[in-house]
Nanobody, 124 residues
Framework: QVQLVESGGGSVQAGGSLRLSCTAS????????MGWFRQAPGKEREGVAA???????SYVDSVKGRFTISQDNAKNTLFLQMNSLKPEDTGVYYC??????????????????WGQGTQVTVAS
């Protein structure tokens, strides 16, 4: 049973930073692509960033240069470093694993396993 648990969400002022973590269990993280998604109230879930097993990365245009996805395979942990946060970055952030195909930016329907989400709120 694959389980993904996110942490690191919170409330920050615009311009601030947060680092999200996602700890995976039940599989070897390095053999799957993994991604971060977010969902704002009243909006569809959108792909933020993804990383493939070979280290390739994918970002939605709105976060390029501000967010960095990385992983620690030894600890089965995925990270999302978020800098220069904006109010429009507010939403519930989800970790996902095992993508059926690689797309830029990542698409929710391509991922199999999901975490429960962590709230990120950016105040103006």
């Amino acid at each position: 049973q694959v389980q993904l648990v996110e942490s690191g969400g919170g409330s920050v002022q615009a311009g601030g930073s947060l680092r999200l973590s996602c700890t995976a269990s039940g599989y070897t993280g390095s053999s799957y692509c993994m991604g971060w998604f977010r969902q704002a109230p009243g909006k569809e879930r959108e792909g933020v960033a993804a990383i493939d097993s070979d280290g390739s990365t994918s970002y939605v245009d709105s976060v390029k240069g501000r967010f960095t996805i990385s992983q620690d395979n030894a600890k089965n942990t995925l990270f999302l470093q978020m800098n220069s946060l904006k109010p429009e970055d507010t939403g519930v952030y989800y970790c996902a694993a095992q993508c059926a195909r690689w797309r830029i930016p990542p698409q929710p329907e391509d991922f199999t396993y999901w975490g429960q989400g962590t709230q990120v709120t950016v105040a103006s």
